[in-house]
T-cell receptor, first 115, second 112 residues
Framework: GAVVSQHPSRVICKSGTSVKIECRSL??????MFWYRQFPKQSLMLMAT?????????EQGVEKDKFLINHASLTLSTLTVTSAHPEDSSFYIC???????????FGSGTRLTVV | SQELEQSPQSLIVQEGKNLTINCTSS?????LYWYKQKYGEGLIFLMM?????EEKSHEKITAKLDEKKQQSSLHITASQPSHAGIYLC????????????FGTGTRLQVTL
C-alpha cells in the first residue's frame, strides 16, 4: 500500500532557529500533500495544502511566513518552521493521497519542541 | 466554528463491551474517513464511506453513514485493549477530495 515517510520523528531546537520537516511519498506520486498540526489531547488541524510546482494554500489563521512549505517534486514536500518559538512546539503530521488507494495516507509525525 | 463534531470526547469501556462513536457534520459529507491514532504517532486508516446509508465492517469495527450524509457512527463490538487509542473522523466537504478536515476526536480506553 501507499507509504508516506516523515522525517525527523522528533526534533528539539532553540528559540529563534528554523526547523525543516520532510514528507515523502515512497511508492507513489503526490501532486498534493497536506500538513497538519496537533496539540496535546486535541484533534488534527489542517494548516496548509502543498501543491507540487506552485504555492501552498494556507488555512485561515496560519502564518505563511512562519510556516514555509515547499513542494518541489512529486514525492517531496517540506515544512519549515521559521524563527521557532516555544508556542510552535507541537506534533506536525503530513499526509498525501495516492490516486490508486482509498483514503489519505499519513506520515508518522514529527514532534517539535522549541526550548 | 468546528464543522465536524465527535461524541463522546472520551470513553472508558470494559474489555468485551460494545461502544459507539458518533461524528456529525454541519455540511454534506462527500467522503467520510475513519482513522485511529495512538498518541504521538501517525494515523491508521480504518474505513471510508461515501454513499448515503453505506455501511462497512472490518473485523470488529463497523462504520455507517446516514442517508442524509451528515452523520456517521463507528461501532466496536467486544472491545479489546488493542482498540484503545484516538479515533478521528475526517471529512471531505468539497466533493473533490481536495482536502480532509478532522473532527474533534474521541479518546478510547479499554480496561481489563
Amino acid at each position: 500500500g501507499a507509504v508516506v515517510s516523515q522525517h525527523p520523528s522528533r526534533v528539539i531546537c532553540k528559540s529563534g532557529t528554523s526547523v525543516k520537516i520532510e514528507c515523502r511519498s515512497l511508492d507513489f506520486q503526490a501532486t498534493t500533500m497536506f500538513w497538519y498540526r496537533q496539540f496535546p489531547k486535541q484533534s488534527l488541524m489542517l494548516m496548509a495544502t502543498s501543491n507540487e510546482g506552485s504555492k501552498a494554500t494556507y488555512e485561515q489563521g496560519v502564518e505563511k511566513d512562519k510556516f514555509l512549505i515547499n513542494h518541489a517534486s512529486l514525492t517531496l514536500s517540506t515544512l519549515t518552521v521559521t524563527s521557532a518559538h516555544p508556542e510552535d512546539s507541537s506534533f506536525y503530521i503530513c499526509s498525501a493521497r495516492d490516486q490508486g488507494s482509498v483514503g489519505y495516507t499519513f506520515g508518522s509525525g514529527t514532534r517539535l519542541t522549541v526550548v | 466554528s468546528q464543522e465536524l463534531e465527535q461524541s463522546p470526547q472520551s470513553l472508558i469501556v470494559q474489555e468485551g463491551k460494545n461502544l459507539t462513536i458518533n461524528c456529525t457534520s454541519s455540511k454534506t459529507l462527500y467522503g467520510l474517513y475513519w482513522y485511529k491514532q495512538k498518541y504521538g504517532e501517525g494515523l491508521i486508516f480504518l474505513m471510508m464511506l461515501q454513499k448515503g446509508g453505506e455501511e462497512k465492517s472490518h473485523e470488529k469495527i463497523t462504520a455507517k453513514l446516514d442517508e442524509k450524509k451528515q452523520q456517521s457512527s463507528l461501532h466496536i463490538t467486544a472491545s479489546q485493549p488493542s482498540h484503545a487509542g484516538i479515533y478521528l473522523c475526517g471529512a471531505d466537504n468539497t466533493g473533490t477530495a481536495s482536502k480532509l478536515t478532522f473532527g474533534t476526536g474521541t479518546r478510547l480506553q479499554v480496561t481489563l
